[in-house]
T-cell receptor
């Protein structure tokens, strides 16, 4: 069974802080993704990565960056957290053109 | 125009009812199709892939009409445990093999006793 693990289920940070969300998958998947999900807006893609050290912008990359130094780990970074980044963040991984598998999600609150 | 559109509902049905969800997608280059289920405050989980010939998994039947760019999910004999949000998901290929998923906003289903 594919396991995608996100480092925190719940996180509370302050405006202006640098925030790291970590995601690890154990199935040697090439592709990894970060989404945020907000009521009424559905899942929106922030960044994705097709290989180590590769990254591509999704639909809403502003205010975020990512890091993929190892194949199994994909980190999302909020450079300077703002209240409008309060959301549910979901990490996913996949083999190309196969279904994505999601982590449990991180509920991030920025105060 | 959104890549994937689906009726947000909510659909409220009694146990045992048959309910159908529809979804349309805009990109004719879409390569693969899925239905995901998401319970409240949980992550999306794959319910089933959707194939051109149509496919069935127990009480669930998924169909794809490429000409009309339309996907459907039929749930027969609804159970209380079917209450969830159902996400229509489309993979749009890029270049040789690498694609990305586009998610509909989800259709909310509540099954009542």
């Amino acid at each position: 069974d594919v396991k995608v693990t996100q480092s925190s289920r719940y996180l509370v940070k302050r405006t202006g802080e640098k925030v790291f969300l970590e995601c690890v998958q154990d199935m040697d998947h090439e592709n990894m993704f970060w989404y945020r999900q907000d009521p009424g807006l559905g899942l929106r893609l922030i960044y994705f990565s097709y290989d180590v050290k590769m990254k591509e912008k999704g639909d809403i990359p502003e205010g975020y960056s990512v890091s993929r130094e190892k194949k199994e780990r994909f980190s999302l970074i909020l450079e300077s957290a703002s209240t409008n980044q309060t959301s549910m963040y979901l990490c996913a991984s996949e083999v190309s053109n196969q279904p994505q598998h999601f982590g449990d999600g991180t509920r991030l609150s920025i105060l | 125009r959104k890549e994937v559109e689906q009726d947000p509902g909510p659909f409220n049905v009694p146990e045992g009812a048959t309910v159908a969800f529809n979804c349309t997608y805009s990109n004719s280059a879409s390569q693969s199709f899925f239905w995901y289920r998401q319970d409240c405050r949980k992550e999306p989980k794959l319910l089933m892939s959707v194939y051109s010939s149509g496919n069935e998994d127990g009480r669930f039947t998924a169909q794809l009409n490429r000409a009309s760019q339309y996907i459907s999910l039929l749930i027969r004999d609804s159970k209380l445990s079917d209450s969830a949000t159902y996400l229509c998901v489309v993979n749009v290929g890029r270049g040789s093999t690498l694609g990305r998923l586009y998610f509909g906003r989800g259709t909310q289903l509540t099954v009542w006793p």
